[in-house]
């Protein structure tokens, strides 16, 4: 591929003409690996709620890598020193920083396999910089934190990083939110370096606030919808019950990466492994072949299975029959759970331990800005740098804080 063509220019839907920063990124992006993230939606099942959110995680990477581009160029102009190296790790650091996701991204994470998607998404990394001969080596650094610039790692994970300034701007969009929409460009013009951490120069503090606020409202009105937790909680419970399933011998439909984990329980460690499975593939191998399609075809076809929770579960989801939700401040009475759970069992057939895949209750949380992760520090025109707690006169601000618990009851609509 010669390197004219590395320079395409991509129509993004949020940002407009971009293009890919260096030509690596490129090489990278071709690779079937990355491919499949065009396979795995970004909010899994919100679109159930809000029709357009069919958007992937393949938009977002190049979203992100895009705006971690123009905040490369922003601290080089205030003059921060990144190498071309550095810009270029960082450019593929936050490329790949979603690569271990899975079927419906977070929905079913650690229930497919108990491993994190960024554990997934380092291996994935690791074998890939093999393939390239080491072009890796720094994006590995900054993705881990282990690079001496430790400024780079903050802009690919943060509390004010490129990754959240994409999705809150690219979610906003496809699903209509309008109050998730933050001012992306005005953020990364304020970015600067102080003793290798990230600050934002005063006056963008007010963007910074909207983009805090941003984030609240769009986790109760996008992440945390009534409905698509709902969906999730749903997904779960069909999982759950496949797998259950699957360890008691039950023959299953399923894709044969799908199967694999299904009837199999592998570790961190399976993953770092290069010993094949039943289907000649390692088990890194065996997770990159799976994606969404593999669950909805599997969904489609246990609609018809004899086993009557699984059968019901699938339906819900392919016809969108999903669970009542609700959700208050306080815990659910449990005389009215057990009520709900008699009747489910009597509806369906079923018996009473097995009502709760369908009755359940747990609690949700929402903590906007965590105050012992890395802060959000302001920069004043004398030098002086402080947290944006003790900088904003906006009490809300504060408020955010304080992480917010509801409870949730979740049921069929027909034992209401």
Not at 4 to 33: Q, R, T
Request: charged share 25%.
């Amino acid at each position: 591929m010669d390197v004219f063509n590395k320079k395409k220019i991509m129509n993004d839907p949020v940002y407009g003409l971009i293009n890919y920063p260096a030509s690596k990124v490129f090489d990278i992006v071709e690779h079937p690996w990355f491919q499949r993230l065009r396979r795995i939606k970004q909010l899994g099942l919100t679109e159930l709620v809000y029709p357009g959110a069919r958007h992937t995680r393949f938009h977002h990477a190049i979203g992100a890598t895009h705006l971690m581009s123009l905040a490369v160029d922003v601290l080089r102009a205030k003059g921060n020193e990144i190498t071309t190296e550095e810009a270029e790790g960082a450019y593929l650091a936050i490329l790949l920083h979603d690569i271990g996701h899975g079927p419906f991204s977070h929905a079913l994470e650690r229930h497919i396999v108990n491993v994190s998607h960024e554990n997934i998404s380092l291996i994935f990394m690791k074998h890939m910089n093999s393939e390239f001969n080491g072009a890796l080596d720094i994006a590995i650094q900054i993705f881990t934190d282990k690079y001496p610039k430790r400024f780079l790692h903050q802009l690919v994970s943060s509390q004010l990083d490129v990754d959240r300034l994409d999705y809150l701007r690219r979610d906003s969009f496809y699903t209509g939110v309008s109050e998730g929409v933050v001012s992306s460009d005005r953020i990364i013009k304020m970015l600067d370096v102080d003793n290798d951490r990230l600050v934002i120069e005063k006056k963008g503090i007010y963007s910074v606030e909207k983009f805090l606020i941003a984030r609240r409202l769009m986790y109760w009105q996008v992440y945390l919808h009534k409905t698509a937790h709902a969906a999730e909680q749903t997904l779960l419970s069909i999982f759950k019950r496949a797998k259950y399933l699957a360890v008691n011998g039950k023959e299953l439909f399923a894709s044969p990466a799908l199967k694999y984990f299904l009837y199999n329980q592998p570790t961190i460690g399976d993953f770092n492994s290069g010993d094949k499975t039943i289907n000649n593939r390692t088990v890194l191998q065996e997770f990159a072949m799976l994606d969404d399609n593999d669950m909805i075809s599997a969904f489609k076809e246990w609609m018809s299975c004899d086993d009557t929770i699984l059968a019901k579960l699938c339906e819900m989801v392919i016809d969108r029959k999903l669970f009542r939700n609700l959700i208050q401040d306080k815990p659910f009475d449990t005389a009215k759970v057990q009520h709900l759970k008699e009747k489910t069992a009597t509806l369906y057939n079923i018996s009473l331990a097995d009502a709760e895949y369908f009755v359940m209750t747990n609690t949700i949380e929402n903590n906007t800005y965590k105050q012992t992760d890395d802060k959000i520090f302001i920069k004043s025109r004398d030098g002086s740098v402080n947290e944006i707690i003790n900088e904003t006169d906006m009490l809300n601000i504060r408020a955010l804080s304080e992480p917010i618990s509801k409870y949730y009851l979740c049921f069929p609509k027909e034992v209401m």
